[in-house]
């Protein structure tokens, strides 16, 4: 995984206006769908369609079993669950469907894909070199699917 240098100056909390620096991963684009499918219809017997197909009923049961309240193993990716946040209240009959804030999914990695996530070789880019390779996401920390990191505040390449 390549990294690159970012700059970011604060502008909440104890370290407002404060320059500080940090490193982000270079996000080299998204991977689709169909790119995926080509890997596995290369990788086996299957057809482009039935690697679609596949995928699709696979995605389908998947999504199914955790609508309807269970824990999903999906062997050596992890495991999907159902997750709420709700509201606490005072009294027993205030808790309702109502308090609820958030319905979604957590994800949990199993143990041997963490293990070879920290295992990873990092590779850190100079600025002329991550400026021309990043693509594009210079500046973008805000935890998306451009850029990473976990900071709203943006950031500028520093070499």
Known sequence: MDVKKVKRTMK??????????????????????EALLQE?????TLSDSDADLLVKEFARVVIGYVANGHNVDLGVLGTLSPKISAKAVDSEKDCTAQTISSIGVLYRSRQELADDAKAMSITMLSSSSSSATDGGDEGNDNGNDNGGGNNGDGGDLVG
């Open 12 to 33: 909440v909390g104890p370290k407002k206006d404060k320059t500080l620096y940090g490193l982000q991963w270079v996000n080299y684009g998204n991977v689709g769908s």
């Open 40 to 44: 596995v219809e290369a990788a086996t």
